[in-house]
């Protein structure tokens, strides 16, 4: 589309109070339901869809929650000769995601089933008011959102973008960074029953659907969210067991293949001047509500079950992270393998909350939360906060629980979770074999590994070797002279044992030397994929693809 063009967008109209959100979507209409899917389904609202109709650019500047440029693009596309379709798309767009007024006619060419009439009826629209008697306002957002195999379609409450200005304590939120990212981390065997442990709008129950057999069960503190998962589930074809709760206790007594969760990790002030919001804020001081979390998801989890879960935890001065996070584990009987991603100081951690909450930076308002949440801090002697990616798993069969905590700040592979479960299942393994059984094997290293040398220009040897892995957590482990011999040797032909043998012939090492080397490195490897077993011992890991929403 030719930008130059564009016409000048009309003045933006005031957005209704954010202090008192319209009521969520009806979920027990089916067959209006029906009608708006087939209506998208028609319209081909999908991600790459939108995508194209508001161009690079806009796009982009939408992932960054900047309106203006997807403002100017679908209101020039409603005055022009575009087809039917992306017409259809930039009208959703600008009144969906955009929160901006639309003429019914326009709503009712883009979803002529549902048409303006049905909006209304499904709790999805709203009229202006008497000075603009042909348009509707929409009371929520929905928005595409997908995988390389699904395209599903998200309700939630107005973004900070539509609402412009501070949110509501009760906002539903939507599709965002930390839904994203724990949907990409999770495994997914097929299983039984899962339970999306704080479903919010529904966005991890969405991607459980596709690999549990019998049931989901979805809870939730909030009964506006559980309205919101319930139309998005509806709206998707998903079966749900919606239940109100706080944390388990809607799940007394019940276990589950797959637990996930995003559970309300922030870490507020419990100070009245501070906004406890509902989708972020658990009510508890510091990281306590996801260490019980953690303490109690084991009694939920069947034999061989899985928990997945974002947390945050603080630190003090000098404090590990690593011994602290291990305090939540301790008398679990877990296995638990702990990802830390990022480290925040207080100050940027504070900063970046009460941003979330839709304060602008400078203004009095901001200001005092700010000031509000250093103080917490402070009075509590907390000095950083980490944000990380928690696995859990309840063991098979009675055994010492193994633990793995590791720190990657670097980029990943997208999705995680095949490697998550390779992964789970590789530490397993380790952790109920000794030593000999790991020689006995004859290892391969994996595909995505390459090797590097560096050294100085005409030097015999080089002065680093190291493997380079291009998937999973994208490791690199330096070698040594030994390591190096060991790992080119391995081509599934030779056992560890005999590849021993052979090095210690070679360089004149004692054999039990080279062993000693040989294996704690070889542990390193085969937990994070390095190098793989021989067929037969690879789990039934399910791919799951990269994910992609209107952003």
């Known amino acids: 589309m030719d930008t130059s063009s564009r016409p000048s967008p009309p003045p933006r109209p005031s957005p209704p109070p954010s202090s008192s959100p319209s009521p969520p979507p009806r979920g027990d209409l089916p067959d209006r339901i029906a009608d708006l899917r087939a209506d998208l389904q028609d319209l081909d609202h999908t991600v790459d869809r ?119 304590v009760e906002h539903v939120l939507g599709i965002g960074g930390a839904s994203t990212t724990l949907a990409s981390w999770t495994p997914r065997p097929q299983v039984e029953r899962a339970l999306d442990l704080g479903t919010g709008c529904g966005v991890q129950a969405l991607h459980l659907g596709g690999h549990t057999a019998y049931g989901i069960v979805a809870t939730d503190l909030s009964e506006r969210a559980l309205a919101h998962a319930r139309f998005t589930a509806a709206l998707n074809g998903v079966d749900l067991d919606l239940r109100q709760g706080s944390l388990l206790e809607p799940v007394a007594g019940e276990q589950f293949d797959l637990i996930v969760s995003n559970p309300p990790f922030v870490i507020t002030p419990r100070s009245g001047e501070v906004p406890v919001y509902e989708y972020r804020d658990g009510g508890r001081a510091g ?23 974002l947390a945050n935890w603080e630190l003090r001065p000098e404090e590990d992270w690593r011994e602290h996070v291990s305090g939540w584990l301790a008398g679990t009987g877990l296995d638990a393998w702990v990802v830390q991603r990022d480290v925040q100081d207080v100050a940027e951690y504070a900063e970046t909350w009460v941003r979330d909450g839709g304060q602008v930076p400078g203004t009095p308002s901001f200001q005092a939360l700010y000031a509000a949440w250093l103080a917490d801090f402070d009075a509590r002697g907390i000095e950083r906060v980490g944000f990380g990616v928690v696995t859990l798993q309840r063991p098979r069969a009675e055994r010492e629980p193994w633990r793995d905590l590791i720190e990657v700040a670097t980029p990943v592979a997208a999705p995680m979770g095949p490697s998550v479960l390779r992964g789970l299942e590789a530490r397993t393994w380790l952790a109920e074999h ?93 937990k994070d994929g390095l190098v793989r077993w021989s067929a037969g011992c690879e789990g039934q890991s399910q791919g799951g693809e990269g994910l992609r929403w209107l952003g």
């Open 50 to 168: 939108v995508a194209a109709v508001l161009g690079e650019r806009a796009s982009a500047a939408l992932h960054r929650e900047q309106p203006l440029d997807a403002e100017q693009v679908t209101a020039a596309l409603l005055q022009s000769t575009a087809s039917a379709q992306g017409r259809g798309v930039a009208a959703l767009v600008r009144f969906f995601t955009l929160g901006l007024p639309i003429d019914v006619t326009d709503l009712d060419a883009a979803l002529p089933r549902t048409g303006a009439a049905g909006l209304v009826e499904l709790g999805l629209a709203t009229a202006v008011g008497p000075d603009a008697p042909t348009q509707l306002r929409s009371t929520c957002d929905l928005r595409p959102y997908g995988d390389e195999s699904h395209t599903w379609w998200v309700t939630s409450d107005h973004a900070e973008l539509a609402v412009r200005g501070p949110l509501p």
């Open 434 to 526: 000794d030593e000999q059984d790991l020689l006995d094997i004859a290892w391969q290293v994996a595909d995505d590994v390459t090797e590097e040398r560096v050294g100085r220009p005409g030097a015999p040897d080089p002065q680093v070797i190291q493997l380079r892995q291009g998937g999973g957590l994208r490791r690199v482990i330096r070698l040594s002279t030994i390591g190096a011999g060991f790992v080119g040797a391995c081509d599934g032909e030779l056992t560890a044992a005999q590849l021993c043998a052979g090095l210690a012939a070679v360089t004149g090492a004692e054999p039990a030397d080279v062993r000693a080397e040989v294996v704690p490195l070889l542990r390193e490897l085969v």
């Open 287 to 309: 990281d306590a509500l996801v260490a019980d979390l953690v303490g109690d998801l084991g009694a939920h989890l069947r034999p061989g079950g899985i928990a997945q879960l």
